[in-house]
């Protein structure tokens, strides 16, 4: 509990002071929606920290006769109404393709609020991180022949080798984090874990904060489009090289230090995000939207906490992790 509310509560309430981007684009022709999207925000925020990811699950949890629940459902509610079932469906269907622009937006803002790079270079970490399946696994010769052998399977994900775990079927989240001594999300995107990582980070680094300076990466990053956007975003681009160890140009040694932070930066917040929303093992979801929904959510709601720890003076790294366990 955090004071008189559930951590939960707390952290749905947060939502309402956050920035949320605007839209691309108009509308199309057809009735204006009632609710905002802020509303659905809510409801994410619900759903991720009690590994509820369908719509029958969060409304069934809502209808629970707690005070918690009364507090939650009063804070999903709209000049006096509620979104109906269907209503749900389709606009959580939708919110994973606005979950990027709102977690860079919410980013900038901490950026902003705490100040990470006051006392150190203004560099963040991008890398990836592969996300086992739901499942059993599509092997590579049945779905050459269009075979689907069990139907636990998640067509729609797809194999990665990792220089950690091996040859993964799953998912890779694409993140980008500050590199200061509180590990802030800036850029996020879930993609089949075939997706080339340089080509992902070229649709995020435009959606960094203006004063990030260096972008630490590994050699996945070490390609031409991405050294070519970053001299357009005055961003200097820091990766490790290809070829025999040890290397021994001129630089070898200032890679090496901004390799070590890259590292000490994306590793701990690897293993940390994996910790608090238990995706060690396979992810809980099925399906692109699915899964975009539950994982680029958590990051949102880490976010939130680091907001929340922002406002109560407390220590990110002491106080992050027990308050997304309370949730």
């Known amino acids: 509990m955090v004071g008189e509310e559930s951590a939960l509560v707390t952290l749905v309430r947060l939502v309402d002071a956050i920035p949320i981007p605007q839209p691309a684009s108009r509308r199309g022709r057809g009735h204006p929606r009632f609710y905002p999207d802020r509303l659905f925000l809510k409801a994410l925020v619900i759903m991720v920290p009690r590994r509820l990811h369908k719509v029958h699950e969060l409304l069934s949890a809502l209808d629970e006769p707690t005070a918690e629940m009364q507090a939650l459902r009063a804070l999903l509610t709209e000049a006096g109404r509620y979104p109906t079932r269907r209503t749900w469906e389709r606009r959580l269907k939708t919110m994973p393709d606005n979950l990027p622009g709102q977690i860079a937006c919410l980013g900038c803002c901490l950026i902003s609020l705490i100040g990470p790079w006051a006392s150190c270079g203004r560099a963040s970490a991008i890398d990836s991180m592969a996300l086992a399946a739901r499942g ?192």
Do not use: M
Not at 157 to 186: C, R
Not at 212 to 231: E, S, T
């Open 136 to 327: 059993g696994v599509w092997h590579k010769h049945d779905r050459e022949k269009g075979v689907v052998p069990h139907s636990s399977i998640d067509t729609e994900a797809n194999w990665t080798k990792s220089g950690w775990h091996g040859w993964v079927y799953g998912w890779k989240l694409h993140l980008v984090t500050t590199v200061a001594a509180v590990w802030i999300p800036l850029a996020a995107e879930l993609t089949p874990a075939n997706a080339a990582d340089n080509e992902v980070a070229c649709a995020l680094l435009p959606k960094l904060p203006a004063e990030v300076r260096f972008i630490l990466g590994d050699v996945h990053y070490n390609a031409p489009n991405v050294h070519d956007l970053c001299g357009q975003l005055d961003q200097i681009p820091v990766t490790t090289r290809y070829g025999p160890y040890p290397h021994s140009d001129a630089g070898v040694e200032v890679r090496r230090v901004f390799h070590k932070l890259r590292s000490t930066a994306i590793e701990n917040f690897n293993e940390q995000f994996k910790s608090i929303f238990d995706v060690h093992g396979q992810v809980p979801t099925k399906g692109l939207v699915n899964t975009r929904r539950f994982v680029l959510g958590a990051i949102l709601v880490y976010q939130l906490a680091l907001l929340y720890c922002f406002h109560n003076h407390r220590e990110p790294r002491v106080g992050l992790k027990p308050l997304l366990r309370a949730a």
